[in-house]
């Protein structure tokens, strides 16, 4: 079958700096991504890596290695507000929906 | 202004009586996907459409219809609900090759 692994919690403090990791195994890959969702609303998107290697955008960055099937997303300065929902989404087929990892929770404290 | 919009917002409604989901976007997306998510089990695709009469089961298809006759449409129907459909629906829309998923707000299903 296919499945995506990331830790289901996450504490930090504000200022400081989380990793998210996320592996994946599916029958097939054309990237993965990032989302995010606040309690009650909808998710957002945050990244995509289709090629190996860190992309950057802003505080936020995501990292891929194909080799490993691993990817992970780092979120840097964190703040209260960064305080939700994120998820890994692997798109295995070409014109398919996304296979979404089960979410990891990211709670930010003072 | 780019949006996904999905009606209603909350339901509640009994077992076995059908009901549809609309779901709509003004982004001309070729890509178009239903998705449920349950505590604990993430999101997890229902059905999508790679394009106006194309349609392909999810993972989790099982008693759930859609149909795609227009570009901006995709509506969800549950013909017969049971309480193990009570969940929290998204329906996005999508393109390019990076396969952004733009969600709509989300419907609240409850099957009694």
């Known amino acids: 079958g296919q499945s995506l692994e990331q830790p289901s919690e996450v504490t930090a403090v504000e200022g400081a700096i989380v990793q998210i990791n996320c592996t994946y195994q599916t029958s097939g890959f054309y990237g993965l991504s990032w989302y995010q969702q606040h309690d009650g609303g909808a998710p957002t998107f945050l990244s995509y890596?289709?090629?190996?290697g860190l992309e950057e955008t802003g505080r936020f960055s995501s990292f891929l290695s194909r080799s490993d099937s691993y990817g992970y997303l780092l979120l840097q300065e964190l703040q209260m507000k960064d305080s939700a929902s994120y998820f890994c989404a692997v798109k295995s087929q070409a014109g398919t929906a996304l296979i979404f990892g089960k979410g990891t929770t990211l709670s930010v404290s003072s | 202004e780019a949006q996904v919009t999905q009606n209603p917002r909350y339901l509640i409604t009994v077992t076995g009586k059908k009901l549809t989901v609309t779901c709509s976007q003004n982004m001309n997306h070729e890509y178009m996907s239903w998705y449920r998510q349950d505590p604990g089990l993430g999101l997890r695709q229902i059905y999508y459409?790679?394009?106006?009469?194309?349609?392909d089961k999810g993972d989790v298809p099982e008693g759930y219809k859609v149909s795609r006759k227009e570009k901006r449409n995709f509506p969800l129907i549950l013909e017969s609900p049971s309480p193990n459909q009570t969940s929290l629906y998204f329906c996005?829309?999508?393109?390019?090759?990076?396969?952004?998923?733009?969600f709509g707000a989300g419907t609240r299903l409850s099957v009694l």
């Open positions: 996005a829309s999508s393109t390019g090759v990076k396969n952004i998923q733009y």
């Open positions: 459409s790679m394009n106006v009469e194309v349609t």
């Open positions: 890596n289709g090629l190996d």
